[in-house]
């Protein structure tokens, strides 16, 4: 392992991924005049009113921008300057360049190239699904390690979402199938649901249905949307018709029926489908890469240093250490614990 002193990049003990002279990513710093937020979950939002309230310009895409007024309230993002960013955009600070890049994660996810006076590559990939995300050339590479031990592969030979699609077409027999998620993997559920041709209503809270909105407005394709305590909806539960409900995660314990439910995990790996009960199952599907997507990131982008994500939850060190087991590449968990 080497130290990480003389370089161009850190992460820090509040969460923010600092990249050249001038950006810090995904939590606030007092030192660094450009925010960016790589995309809209509360663990990439740190310290966004600090940053809205003394730095230059906060930079986002648009996307993530739209689920932000939807989370957070519109009132937020009013409180800065906000500029938002199209993938491939560059942008122009004193004597370095800033540019997003698509990463297949939630809707409006970025990875963030900063090329500094020298034309040193230093990209951060945020969260990130490595079959949907371009990978970029880096010098210093920085990057999310939540499933960054060599346990945490998913390769499975059943595809999760065919298994999630024939679990719910089960489970809609007999009526309403509850669908448990986090913000972004309910709406890509609704997607992949869609895209298999299923057509039942999906019924959800106003927090989930207005994320499902900006999804739709920015070209996701979900069906046909109820809020639960709308008339149409609640009929439809009182007469036990088929119907997908969908939940955020955190809401598990609160549900007080005992209808067909189905919860979207990334921490599964023995196998795509796991069954608690004979109307319950635990489906394997992340917005993550897991243990090998991580290592094909690194692979192909060449860096020369990598700094691993260790404020997040994930496997930092490990993943740190197999990096230079594997590539002889220098890495680094930080912030150090
Ligand atoms: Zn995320």
Known sequence: MVSCLVTNASLTHRGAVLLGKHVACDA?????????????????????????????KVLMTKATKDLIDVL????????????????????????????????????????????????????FTGDFKIDGTP?????????????????????????????LISLIEKGLKDGPVNVFGYHGKLQEIMQIVYDA?????????????????VCESHGMRLGSLFLTDER???????????????????????????GFRIYVSGWEFNS???????????????????????????????????ITDNYRVG????FAKQVYTRFGISAVALPKR
């Open 197 to 213: 041709g299923v057509r039942a209503p999906l019924l959800m809270s106003e927090r989930i249905f207005h994320v499902s909105k």
């Open 232 to 258: 149409e909806a609640e009929e439809i539960l009182q007469r036990n018709s088929s119907c997908i409900v969908f939940h955020h995660m955190n809401s598990r314990g609160s549900l007080a029926d005992d």
């Open 72 to 123: 957070r309230g519109p009132s937020l993002l009013m409180k800065g300057i906000v500029e938002t960013m199209d993938y491939g955009k560059t942008i122009q600070h004193e004597d370095e360049r800033l540019t997003f890049f698509k990463a297949d994660h939630i809707l409006g996810a970025s990875q963030v190239l900063v090329e500094d006076s020298e034309g040193k590559r230093i990209v």
């Open 28 to 56: 606030f710093d007092e030192c660094k005049p450009l925010r960016v937020v790589s995309h809209a979950h509360a663990d990439h939002m740190v310290g966004l009113k600090q940053s809205l309230a003394t730095c230059e």
């Open 315 to 318: 496997h930092a060190e490990t």
């Open 135 to 163: 990978v970029l050339d880096a010098d210093v590479l920085v990057m999310e390690a939540t499933y960054g031990s060599p346990r945490c592969t998913r390769s499975f030979e059943t595809n999760p979402e065919n298994l």
């Open 272 to 306: 795509p489908c796991r069954e608690i009960s004979d109307k319950e199952y635990v489906v394997a599907l992340s917005d993550h890469s897991d243990f090998d997507g991580l290592t094909e990131y690194v692979r192909r982008s060449k860096p020369k240093l990598v």
